[in-house]
Each structure stands twice: as structure tokens, then as C-alpha cells.
């Protein structure tokens, strides 16, 4: 490993303490080094809040060592006015002499002009270290800026015959018939935490009259996406309790948007997941986990407009109910929560 990578992979590991907080920002970490010693390290914790090159630039204790210093930073520094001021000016007015950076910033209003700014300033800068990683690492970030969309994870839990819920009687109660352990549900809970938003289709909703919350680990609750065409869903759903930021996508709007709850009207005649992405990415969400139901799932990835799915196979069987997903399930990596079997695959078209 050559100095620089060993410094980027200090970064990357410093920048994953923002996952989940950060939205819609980058997750960037940053440290400074003078004679192979870190003088001072940061990263960006949450949106508004300082930047990671701020962070690490405040944490060294004699600044005169800045000027013999480098500054590595795991995301191009931002060279444009938002909530904060720009960090290339933070540099270039300490005169730190060398930049090191992971990849560049795919979002316009930056896009190479941080680079640009200080190698006119006379900074020294090395760009495109450990790069994949570093793309890795905000892969939300850049397939929003880049698609225009938010990063589509596809998550479902089957049984050992393939189905992801039982037939149920008209008269029967409104709540989940759980396929996973325990600890698989504490991980759903997790992954909700980590990301922006979560979309589910209508039935779901009148069956299981879901909270979509992480109830079961710390972290923010993740946006509440669900599909109502026809508007279906009983007013009294957990999912229309205003109690988290929720946008319901229907036919016709019949109902008033609350202080979280907003209703958006689609073109149920046309193609609906384009005109989803187009309003998720109107409002900033850069990832969206899909946990259902299966006809919803199923149109993602018959479209294939998906990144990564996440599917739990339980011990249980059902001798009847809804049939899960039909997705490819070439070069997966297999995991096991307990006694359940966790599949993980990456899209790679």
C-alpha cells in the first residue's frame, strides 16, 4: 500500500461515521498529515453541519504545520457557497501546500471546479486515489447525481417454498406474519436507518398495517413512500399517522396534505416507476429501500431499475399465499443471520 491509499483508507473509515446522518449530502472524511504523522482528522456528520475538511482542519492542535501539510480528503472539497462556506477557500486561506483526493464530486455544482480552484491557487493535487472505493462508499450520492435518482435497494423476506406471505381470510387481523428471526428484523431495522426513504405498494399496507419506523434500532426514520392508485388504504393506517415524513402516490388526490404527509397524483395509464423517481429525486432522496409487495418488486426489477437486493430465505413454509419476486440470482453472496439464510446481489447493468 503507497502512502496516499493509506491515507484515503483513513478517510473512507473516518466518513462511514456519518451513514444515514449525512442525507443530502456526501459521506467525506478527511485527515492532515505532517512527516508521516496525522496532525488532525474529521468527518461530516450531518447536513448544515461543518465539512469533514473543516473538522480536521479545527481538530489540529498547532496550525502553523499546516502550511508543511497534507490534507487527504475521500470526496473532492466542495468549491461552492451552501450551508457552508466552501471548503477549497478553507484550504487555500490556511495555505495547507498539498491535497490529496479520493474521487471527484459528480454533483454540478462542483464537478472538478474544487480541483480547478486550487491548483490555480498554486496548491499542489493528486486526484483518483483508491477511487472505487471511494465510489463505493457514497454510491447513493453518485447514482442520484448521476442517474437522477435515488439508489434502489429491492428487499424481501421468503419462505423455503417461495412465498413471501400466506392467504389471508377476509376477517383476518391486520398485522405481519413474520418469515425471519428476530435478528433478521433488528438488521431491516438498521438498514431503515441508513436510508433516506422506503416504498411499499398498497396491499402491503392493507394487510399489515405496517409502521416502516426503526423502532428496533436507533438511528432517523426513513421517508415513507407508499402506492395508493385508488386510494384504498383506511384512514386509520399507521402508515397515514403523520408521525413521519410519508408521500402517498395516487390517482386522484382526495385528501388534504398534513404537516409530513403529502399525496402526489401519478398517471396510472403510463409507466408509474419513472414518475416515482422523478418526484423522489424532486425531493432529494437518494436511496429507497423497496420492501413490497410483490407485484411492486417485481415491476422494479422487471424494468431493471434496481442496484442491489437483500433477501432473507426463513425457515418457515406457507402451503398457500402470494409468490415472492422472480429475480436472477447470479453472482450473489450468501450470509446467515441465525438460522436464516441472507442473499445479497449487486445489478451490475
Not at 508521516?36 to 481538530?59: F, Q, R
Not at 410483490?294 to 434496481?306: E, Y
Request: net charge neutral; charged share 25%.
Amino acid at each position: 500500500m503507497n502512502i496516499h491509499e493509506k491515507y484515503i483508507r483513513r478517510c473512507i473509515e473516518l466518513a462511514k461515521n456519518g451513514f444515514g446522518t449525512t442525507y443530502p449530502n456526501p459521506m467525506v472524511g478527511s485527515v492532515i498529515v505532517y512527516n508521516d504523522e496525522i496532525i488532525g482528522e474529521g468527518w461530516h456528520k450531518k447536513a448544515g453541519g461543518p465539512h469533514a475538511e473543516v473538522n480536521a482542519v479545527a481538530s489540529v492542535k498547532d496550525k502553523s504545520l499546516l502550511k508543511k501539510a497534507t490534507i487527504y480528503v475521500s470526496l473532492e472539497p466542495c468549491s461552492h457557497f451552501g450551508k457552508t462556506p466552501p471548503c477549497c477557500d478553507l484550504i487555500i486561506s490556511n495555505e495547507i501546500p498539498n491535497v490529496v483526493v479520493g474521487t471527484v464530486d459528480p454533483n454540478e455544482k462542483v464537478a472538478g471546479n474544487g480541483i480547478r480552484k486550487l491548483i490555480a491557487a498554486g496548491v499542489n493535487v493528486v486526484v483518483g486515489v483508491l477511487e472505487e472505493e471511494c465510489n463505493e462508499l457514497n454510491k447513493r450520492f453518485f447514482t442520484f447525481h448521476q442517474k437522477k435518482r435515488p439508489y434502489i435497494i429491492l428487499k424481501w423476506a421468503e419462505t423455503q417454498n417461495g412465498f413471501i406471505a400466506p392467504e389471508k381470510a377476509a376477517n383476518q387481523e391486520r398485522k405481519p406474519v413474520w418469515i425471519t428471526n428476530q435478528y433478521s428484523r433488528q438488521l431491516v431495522h438498521k438498514w431503515r436507518s441508513e436510508e433516506q426513504a422506503i416504498l411499499v405498494g398498497t396491499q402491503t399496507v392493507i394487510d399489515d398495517n405496517p409502521k416502516l419506523n426503526t423502532r428496533d434500532w436507533s438511528g432517523n426514520n426513513p421517508v415513507r413512500v407508499v402506492l395508493d392508485q385508488n386510494n384504498r388504504i383506511e384512514k386509520d393506517s399507521f402508515i397515514l399517522d403523520d408521525s413521519v415524513k410519508t408521500i402517498v402516490f395516487t390517482k386522484s388526490k382526495t385528501a388534504v396534505d398534513k404537516e409530513n404527509t403529502t399525496f402526489e397524483v401519478l398517471d396510472f395509464e403510463k409507466n408509474i416507476i419513472p414518475q416515482i423517481l422523478e418526484v423522489l429525486h424532486q425531493n432529494q432522496i437518494q436511496s429507497i429501500i423497496i420492501e413490497g409487495g410483490s407485484k411492486t418488486l417485481q415491476s422494479f426489477i422487471d424494468q431493471n431499475i434496481w442496484d442491489e437486493a437483500r433477501i432473507f430465505i426463513g425457515k418457515t413454509t406457507f402451503e398457500k399465499g402470494t409468490k415472492a419476486p422472480q429475480l436472477s440470482r447470479k453472482n450473489l453472496e450468501k450470509t446467515f443471520i441465525g438460522n436464516d439464510e441472507l442473499i445479497l446481489i449487486r445489478n451490475h447493468d
